[in-house]
């Protein structure tokens, strides 16, 4: 995973175990954490059987990219919770997060998901002391967008 140096370590870590494995959906999907930054996130998937939505043509379901564009922007909205409170401790700026969750949800799916691994992007538009707003992107293996995503994020 590469981050920015805005983060401690331990941050990183906790932060990273808190997104791929206490939040349960996220394990279910396979989410990995792959670049951490003060306003900005990135998180991968690997395909697998069982989250192909069309058969035929080997398809990513829908439904997963919308969950991993939401999940990715929750990821860029803890990032920047966490830059913004740098004076607190890990704890406390983990602690933060227990509020956090999606409000609005808007996915443009702009071509067919296939292939081996994908990747969204997510980052923080605004982040206001109720709501954080964020757009998200998501590309398959080669880097060609796929979907693009707008999200609102209650925070406190």
């Known amino acids: 995973m590469t981050t920015s140096s805005v983060f401690e370590p331990e941050f990183v870590a906790r932060l990273a175990l808190i997104f791929e494995d206490r939040i349960s959906f996220n394990r279910v999907l396979g989410l990995r954490t792959t670049a951490l930054e003060a306003d900005s996130a990135r998180a991968g998937i690997e395909m697998r059987p069982e989250l192909i939505g069309h058969y035929t043509h080997?398809?990513?379901?829908?439904?997963?990219?919308?969950?991993?564009?939401?999940?990715t922007a929750g990821l860029a909205v803890m990032a920047a919770i966490g830059a913004r409170h740098m004076d607190e401790s890990v704890d406390a700026?983990?602690?933060?997060?227990?509020?956090?969750?999606?409000?609005d949800l808007r996915v443009d799916h702009l071509r067919p998901a296939v292939g081996p691994r994908f990747t969204a992007a997510a980052s923080v538009?605004?982040?206001?002391?109720?709501?954080?707003?964020t757009r998200m992107k998501f590309f398959d293996a080669q880097g060609k967008l796929l979907s693009t995503g707008a999200a609102a994020c209650m925070v406190a």
Do not use: E, N, P, W
């Open 58 to 71: 080997q398809r990513l379901h829908g439904g997963v990219i919308s969950a991993v564009l939401d999940a």
């Open 125 to 133: 538009l605004r982040l206001g002391s109720r709501v954080a707003s």
């Open 93 to 103: 700026r983990l602690a933060r997060f227990g509020k956090l969750g999606t409000i």
